[in-house]
Nanobody, 124 residues
């Protein structure tokens, strides 16, 4: 099971750190994708990191503000978010494909395992 944490309510311009962890294993060999879903909207990809850690992807609207990385303990994947804007509001999910040692893709069908999500709300 994947577990997200770190969501909160913040003002515009604020920062958050979202974490994705696996309850029974490490994420060391999994590609990980972060997605978000705003109220009334479809889920969209935000960022992903392959098992190797290179070829990281971001959607254009978060480039320069979001950073995805693997923690040194290799048990978690963290999404660092700066300069949050109201349009960043939504439930943030992390996901992993069934296969190990893969690249990542910015589409949900690439992923087999999903967390329950963590709420991020950005409002003045």
């Amino acid at each position: 099971h994947l577990v997200e944490s770190g969501g909160d309510s913040v003002q515009p311009g604020g920062s958050l750190t979202l974490s994705c962890a696996a309850s029974e294993t490490t994420l060391e060999y999994h590609a990980i994708g972060w997605f978000r879903q705003a109220p009334g909207e479809e889920r969209e990809p935000v960022s992903c990191i392959p098992s190797s850690g290179d070829e990281i992807h971001y959607i254009d609207s978060v480039k320069g503000r979001f950073t995805i990385s693997r923690d040194a303990d290799k048990k978690t994947v963290t999404l660092y978010i700066n300069n949050l804007q109201p349009e960043d509001t939504g439930v943030y999910f992390c996901a992993a494909p069934r296969n190990l040692f893969t690249v990542c893709r910015m589409w949900s069908k690439w992923y087999d395992y999903w967390g329950q999500g963590t709420q991020v709300t950005v409002a003045a």
